[in-house]
């Protein structure tokens, strides 16, 4: 009877987990995993002037498709451009951009084929 009740906690805890995704939460340099997102993770980067702020976290919205919108708005004498990003896999909002992951993929392609 006690083997059944810890297969069903198992089952029960497994099932919690994959329902989490784990994104980065914070400011550059100071950010942490957040292991409980519900929806998407998020990366947000305001402009205005020669400023620019950065923020990691959840999104409080379920984003089908991985992707970045820019928003402008106009604010009294300056423009601020924000840029939003979302994305649907465990640490997915890093500061690593996915042309860097598709080059070191390429690379690590070339070298199995050359060896």
């Known amino acids: 009877m006690m083997k059944y009740l810890i297969t069903g906690l198992v089952l029960l805890y497994s099932i919690y ?26 990366k947000s980067i305001d402009k205005a002037s020669e400023v620019e702020v950065i ?8 984003h089908d498709e991985d992707e970045c919108k820019d928003i402008e708005d106009i604010a009294k004498l300056n423009t601020i451009v924000k840029t939003e990003c979302f994305c649907n896999t465990d640490l997915c909002n890093s500061t690593a951009t996915i042309s ?16």
């Open 17 to 42: 987990l994959a329902q989490s995704l784990k994104c980065y939460e914070g400011a550059p340099g100071k950010t942490k995993e957040n292991p409980n997102c519900t929806f998407s993770c998020q």
């Open 55 to 62: 923020m990691y976290g959840c999104s409080d919205i379920k």
């Open 100 to 115: 860097s992951s598709l080059s070191l993929l390429l690379v690590a392609l070339f070298m199995k084929i050359a060896f």
